[in-house]
Nanobody, 116 residues
Framework: QVQLVESGGGLVQPGGSLRLSCAAS????????MGWSRQAPGKQRELVAT???????NYADSVKGRFTISRDNAKNTVYLQMNSLKPEDTAVYYC??????????WGQGTQVTVSS
């Protein structure tokens, strides 16, 4: 079974930066798509960023220009570089990985808190 291990969450001041990492293990091949979603209290779960095996990118409007997603296909690892962080970025961030066939897996989530 596929398991996702996330790291990099924490507390940061507004305007600061964090880098999230997520590695998929237990799979037989490279994931087609990997990315991040987030869930803040009182808000709908939101897709933050996605990257495919071929490097196609997709970002939520709220993070464009501030966040950068990247991946290492050989390691089945995805990264989220978060710059110019705002208090409204505070949320639990969840990593996901999707196989080409359609199976999707989710990490347990990591807390990101942006506060002065």
């Amino acid at each position: 079974q596929v398991q996702l291990v996330e790291s990099g969450g924490g507390l940061v001041q507004p305007g600061g930066s964090l880098r999230l990492s997520c590695a998929a293990s237990g799979s037989s091949g490279s994931m087609y798509a990997m990315g991040w979603s987030r869930q803040a209290p009182g808000k709908q779960r939101e897709l933050v960023a996605t990257i495919t095996r071929g490097g196609n990118l997709n970002y939520a409007d709220s993070v464009k220009g501030r966040f950068t997603i990247s991946r290492d296909n050989a390691k089945n690892t995805v990264y989220l570089q978060m710059n110019s962080l705002k208090p409204e970025d505070t949320a639990v961030y969840y990593c996901y990985a999707q196989k080409l066939v359609g199976s999707t897996y989710w990490g347990q989530g990591t807390q990101v808190t942006v506060s002065s």
